[in-house]
Structures are given as structure tokens and as C-alpha cells.
């Protein structure tokens, strides 16, 4: 909490507290904690005075998503106020930021149509450089593999993707990692 309230928020102090509350998150815990928890979570996003931290603040949601939730519709909360700080500061979010977006609302089964009317910068995204290439994510996180794949598609709809979540070093693994024009790996969500 006190974290969250601190009045210095630079973009290495954000990437800190999104690690510690990755961690946080992945501690058993009441109700009431992850209430506070998630509470300080949201004081950031909706405080959040910087058009460059919009990455973080829908990673931050990701997070959130990714971990058990005691209250599992709390996690709206803060995604609500992810978007309500993006509509406050009138940012132009890329077709990427959008796409995330949607994959988040569409997870936490929320109506996209809260997307509606937020600007979209025309610009060239870097996915664009994934065209008609094969791209393979590994991640013991499936969920989170499957919405960056679901991104991926639409971003750039030639791009081929697969996501491994395999467990041991398997063939299919090894053959995805030698034939794959772009191999990611997710190493805080990998076992090799």
C-alpha cells in the first residue's frame, strides 16, 4: 500500500511493483488481503499521470488475470480503471494496446464495446515485421500464451502461431525452436 502511494512513480519504480505484485499474488491469501492488494494496484492505475506507463498499466491487468484470484470479480475492478485512466488522459493507444485490450475484456468476460470511441494512432506497428513468419511462444502459461498469439493474429493476420506449454523438452519443442523464424520464450514462465 505504501508502495502504491509513493509519490515517485518512474518507470523502474512501476516495473518493481508489477514484480512485486506478480510475487504477492502468487502467495495464498484471504479475501480481505487481496482486496487491499488489488486496491493498490488500482491507486496507481487510476493516478497515473503518464502516457507512457499505458503498457504498464494493461500489463499490470495481465498480471492480475494470470493469478488466482480469491474474489475472481475483483480483477474488473481494475481493468475498469485502466480504462477509465486511458479515456482521462485521451490516449491514442496502437492497434496493439486496442487488440490487448479486448483480449482482456473478452477474458474477464466484459463487454468490448467499452473500446468504442477510445483514438487509435495510425502508426506502423513493430508486428508488422512478423508477416508471413512463423512464431512460436513457449510459456507454462498457456492462458497468457493464447492471448498474445490471439494479438499476434489480428495485428498481423499472415503471421503463423503456435504456443508450446510443454513441460519437459519434448520434440515438438525442440522442433518448433530449430524451425520457427521467431522463438519466444517466456523464461519467468519456463521450466528449461
Known amino acids: 500500500e505504501l508502495y ?6 518512474t518507470p523502474q519504480r512501476l516495473e518493481s511493483f508489477s514484480e512485486l505484485l506478480e510475487n504477492t499474488l502468487a502467495c495464498a491469501m484471504d479475501t480481505g488481503m487481496y482486496e487491499r492488494v488489488l486496491d493498490s494496484a488500482g491507486i496507481l492505475a487510476e493516478d497515473n499521470q503518464a502516457h507512457k506507463a ?10 492480475v488475470l494470470d493469478s488466482h484470484s480469491p474474489l475472481p ?7 475498469w480503471s485502466v480504462l477509465h485512466s486511458i479515456r482521462r488522459l485521451g490516449i491514442e493507444l496502437t492497434k ?19 473500446l468504442d470511441g477510445l483514438a487509435v494512432k495510425e502508426e ?20 497468457s500464451g493464447n492471448r498474445a498469439r490471439e494479438i499476434i493474429e489480428v495485428v498481423c493476420p499472415s503471421a503463423i502461431v503456435s504456443v508450446l506449454s510443454d513441460k519437459v523438452g519434448s520434440v515438438g519443442l525442440k522442433h518448433q525452436a530449430r524451425s520457427a523464424d521467431i522463438f519466444v520464450m517466456v523464461w519467468r514462465a519456463a521450466k528449461h
Open 96 to 114: 496493439w494496446q486496442r487488440e490487448t485490450l479486448r483480449v482482456l475484456l473478452r477474458a474477464l468476460q466484459q463487454d468490448v464495446s467499452a
Open 73 to 79: 470479480n475483483r480483477r474488473e475492478k481494475l481493468l
Open 54 to 63: 499505458i503498457d504498464w498499466m494493461i500489463d499490470l491487468v495481465g498480471i
Open 124 to 143: 506502423i506497428s513493430p508486428l508488422t515485421l512478423c508477416a508471413h513468419k512463423s512464431i512460436c511462444i513457449y510459456t507454462l502459461d498457456e492462458n
Open 4 to 9: 502504491a502511494l509513493s509519490e515517485h512513480r
